[in-house]
């Protein structure tokens, strides 16, 4: 529930929170089909709603890099705190 997570003072949000979700099909999916194809479509990135929703959270951020410099993973770093307000990452 997002207005829990939002009402919480302190909220620690894998990156990759739900970043997509399927469409809805506006008909039933005929029983006789034997290949089904499934769409996704992006999601509003809930970590950059937090702070808008709750300035007060603490928000804790995590980012996942392999095999990258030091430098880049600072940066990055750097950027998704301020990106997304986050306090720590």
Do not use: C, W, Y
């Not at 997509?20 to 996704?40: G, Q, W, Y």
């Not at 937090?50 to 410099?69: E, N, S």
């Amino acid at each position: 529930d997002l207005e829990a997570v939002i009402a919480a003072k302190t909220v620690d949000l894998p990156k990759a929170l739900v970043e997509v979700a399927n469409e809805r099909t506006e008909k039933k999916i005929s029983s006789d089909t034997d290949h089904l194809v499934v769409v996704l479509k992006k999601t509003p990135k809930i970590i950059s709603l937090i702070k808008k929703l709750q300035p007060q959270t603490i928000l804790v951020g995590f980012k996942l890099l392999v095999d990258v410099p030091m430098i880049e993973l600072l940066n990055v770093a750097k950027a998704s705190l301020e990106k997304n307000q986050a306090d720590f990452i």
